[in-house]
Structures are given as C-alpha cells and as structure tokens.
C-alpha cells in the first residue's frame, strides 16, 4: 500500500521534497497557504494552517503529518495528536522551534554549549545585561523570527522599546531573549536525521555564510575543521535530537569562537537551507532523508559524494524578466552546476532558488556555483 505524507506549509521545502517522494513511491500531499506557491505541483489543499479543523480535514488520508516550518500553532499539533494523527516532529519537540526562550532553557538542562542568555522584560534588564557583557547584546524576539527578522544588535535597553510595547500591548506578558554577542569565525551547522524508533544519523558538519542575516553560501564539509570539530558538532547534534525528541531532520545552527568552542545558535526541525548541498553531494539527500525518518523507515547513507560541495542561494533574481530565462545560458557556461529553483517570482533578497556544484577542487566548486549563480543575477 503506498504510503502518504502530508505536508503542512506549500513552501520550497515542500516543493523539494516532491521528487524523493516520487522516487521512494511515496504520494505527497500538500497543504499550501496560497494557489500557486512553490510547492503547488503536490498541492492537494489550500487554507490556513492556523486553523485546526482545516489541518484535521487535510490530515484525514495520510500516514503522517510534517512540516514545510515550524509555525503551526500548539492547540492545532495537540488536535492532531488527540485525533490520532502521527505527527512529526511531534509538538513536545516542535516547540522549542517555535520559542527561542524555551529552547534556551531546554538547552541549558541538557547541558549543551551556548551564549550567555537571559528573558529580560523592560529596558532596564536589557540594559543590565547589556552592562554585564561588555556593552553589547544580541536581543531577539522569542518568536517568529527567521533569516535575521526579529534580531537586534543593541549597545542600549531603549533599543528594543518598541518590542517590549509590543509584548505590554497583546496583554499577555512575555518577555525577549537577550544574548551575549559572541566573538566567532564563523558559523557552521550540524544535520541529523532521527527516526520515531530512535535511529539517528548525522550529516558532514558544514560552514555556512550569511549576507544580511540570510544564509547565502555553504560548504561541505566544513574547511579546516581537522578531527576533533566534527565529532563535536555530531556529538551536540545527536544529543539535542535525542534530548528534545525530535523526529525528522534537525539542522543545529552553531557558532565556531575565537576560542576555538563550538556554541548552539539556533535550531531547525525540517529540511534547511544548510542542507541543500546534500541533494547533489550526499548518497541520501535531506529531502529524501526527511521522508524516510518521518515515515520510522531505515535511514540512508549520510556519506559524501565527493571531497567538496558548495551551495550558493539565487537572492533576488534577475530584475527583468525570469529565472528561466537565463536557464539555458547557467546551463552552457557552467554544465557541472545543479540549478534548483523555487517557483517564485524575483524580488529583492527572496531566495528563488540555489545552485550544487560537487567535486575535489575547493576553490574551482565554489567558483563555479558563484558564477552560475550570477548568471540569474543583474
């Protein structure tokens, strides 16, 4: 009997996940926001993901529920999970994705490496914290923020006072996370796959580079990392996807320090942009991998294809005219690139799409997925 998974969300995560599925057999299912989003050749429902009785309505045909990201309200995942519904990651572990405060303290309990933090309320304990760490912080909104929305770099409590109006305005308190302004080299991230049952495999741990809070780049594996980085990155990985319970692929945002420490940014439970390199340079892709896990059915190898596979995000798009325009040009000059687009239409800073280029030479990968991504660029 074909098995059927339901996608919450019709975004290009979604859409990527249209071909593997196609592969292993198994009949997708989307339930997209909008008509025409990335992910509408699966759409097979369209509506508010907010709404439990439109989720409930959608889930009512399929093995089990997944996610395109991690917004889908608690009351509507605990509706799911009271009607019966296999639900994955489930809510226990969706909402320390879902509240970056929540995260924190968990994180703290299983003892994992991470900033300094604090919940500050008003500007006065923002600024406190602000005067115990050097002068700066790194203030974040607890929820809904994503490729660099709802972060701040304050050197001020006052920075921040429109967000605490905010949280003083909905009448149900709360309060913002602040963080220490960490000194690193650079960032990296760790991807596991765990499966219901327990299994878990972890991906090469890759560098990644952010223009304006948006991941534009990522190498993998990650340069210079010699021995010990890798184990350490798999080790924290591996543990924070047994510790939160978490079922699906786990991408683990890190910073690598000045002082050479390895400290949890960030967490995603789906498929995430870090991962795209794996479509074309790992034996099982994290599309694919996502399926399999969510599904509790084995695992697929995690290992490379080749030394190196770079990523580099289309941003924006051409100003005139579409992608597809200039396929047939990225195609000719540059034949060992993987062009992946999202069916979107261009606008400034909007990921329309990325490109994979694999193979042994570092340098010449990254120059090749840097010049076929300019070919859809102005």
Known sequence: MTLRVGVVGGGQLARMMIAPAVELGVELRV????????????????????????????????DVITFDHEHVPQDVLAA??????????????????QDKLLMRARLQELGMPQPDWAAVTDADELQAFIDDHGGRAVVKTPRGG?????????????EAADWFATLAEDAHGGALLVEELVEFTRELAQQVARRPSGAMRAYPVVETVQRDGVCAEVIAPA?????????????????????????????????????????????????????????????????????RAVLDLPLGDTTALAAWSVMVNVLGGPVEGSLDERFATAMAEHPQAKVHT?????????????????????????YQARAAVAVFLD
Do not use: C
């Open 146 to 158: 994503y490729d660099g929305k709802g972060v701040r770099v304050v050197s001020a409590g006052t």
């Open 80 to 97: 799911l999970v009271e009607a019966g519904v296999a639900v994955h990651p489930g809510p226990d572990a969706l909402r320390f994705a």
């Open 342 to 366: 999202y069916g979107k239409a261009p606008r400034p800073g909007r990921k329309v799409g990325h490109v994979n280029v694999v193979g042994d030479d570092l340098d010449d990968v990254a």
């Open 31 to 62: 339930l997209a926001e909008d008509a025409g989003m990335s992910a509408s050749l699966a759409a097979t429902a369209v509506g508010d993901y907010r709404d439990a009785a439109t989720v409930l309505e959608f889930a009512r045909d399929v």
């Open 223 to 291: 340069p210079h990392a010699g021995e010990r980085l890798p184990q350490v990155a798999a080790q924290i990985g591996t543990a924070i996807a047994e510790g939160l319970g978490v079922t699906g692929m786990l991408a683990v945002e890190l910073f690598e320090t000045t002082d050479e420490r390895l400290l949890v940014n960030e967490l995603a439970m789906r498929p995430h942009n870090s991962g795209h390199w794996s479509q074309d340079g790992a034996v099982t892709g994290q599309f694919e991998q996502h399926l």
